[in-house]
């Protein structure tokens, strides 16, 4: 079974610092996908950045940028010049593009609190 | 070009009462999927649905849920009879393929009494 673990269940910043939310995976496939989801207290699921494994580069999306650490298993998100909008759970999740189900593994979340 | 959309929103209901929510996928979106979430769980895919064909059900927890997908825009999740323990919120996402990034939409909070 695939696992997705987020071993900080809340995190708080001040404004306008980085802040870096942690998740590892377990995984035997080569060819799967990374994601961070953003849901704020509306419930909403919005994506927020996505990592192919076969791509060593980095991916970034505006202040959201992700460390890519294959061998490890890990995935970090970090946000620069944190803003007010931005507080919410943040959840990773895997999606396994082998055999078997084509859903989501989703981490149990964290939540981020960003202070005025 | 709308998201997914799901209803209702919130459903209050008596245990034992049948429930149905529903979910159109984004247009042209040929791969949808359900979840439900829940504090002790987390995020849990029930079901998934490629070109209107239930591909996975593993997830679906007990007899008492079905899910239908008559046609491309629209796929229903029902629970029957409802208990206490289905309080939730489930999601329906979809995206271009089973591969392809999810989308989802707003979600249904269900309470069941």
């Known amino acids: 079974a695939q696992t997705v673990t987020q071993s900080q269940p809340e995190m708080s910043v001040q404004e306008a610092e980085t802040v870096t939310l942690s998740c590892t995976y377990d995984?035997?496939?080569?060819?799967?996908?990374l994601f961070w989801y953003k849901q704020p207290p509306s419930r909403q699921m919005i994506l927020v950045i996505r990592?192919?494994?076969?791509?060593?580069q980095n991916a970034t999306e505006n202040r959201f940028s992700v460390n890519f650490q294959k061998a490890a298993k890990s995935f970090s998100l970090k946000i620069s010049d944190s803003q007010l909008g931005d507080t919410a759970m943040y959840f990773c999740a895997c999606h396994y593009s082998g055999g078997g189900a084509d859903g989501l593994t989703f981490g149990k979340g964290t939540h981020l609190i960003i202070q005025p | 070009d709308a998201g997914v959309i799901q209803s209702p929103r919130h459903e209050v209901t008596e245990m034992g009462q049948e429930v149905t929510l529903r979910c159109k996928p984004i247009s042209g979106h040929n791969s949808l999927f359900w979840y439900r979430q829940t504090m002790m769980r987390g995020l849990e895919l029930l079901i998934y649905?490629?070109?209107?064909?239930?591909?996975?059900d593993s997830g679906m927890p007990e007899d008492r849920f079905s899910a239908k997908m008559p046609n491309a825009s629209f796929s229903t999740l029902k629970i029957q009879p409802s208990e206490p323990r289905d309080s939730a919120v489930y999601f329906c996402?979809?995206?271009?393929?089973?591969?392809?990034?999810?989308?989802f939409g707003p979600g249904t909070r269900l309470l069941v009494l």
């Open positions: 649905f490629n070109n209107n064909v239930p591909i996975d």
């Open positions: 996402a979809s995206s271009l393929g089973a591969k392809e990034t999810q989308y």
């Open positions: 990592q192919e494994a076969y791509k060593q």
């Open positions: 995984t035997s496939e080569n060819n799967y996908y």
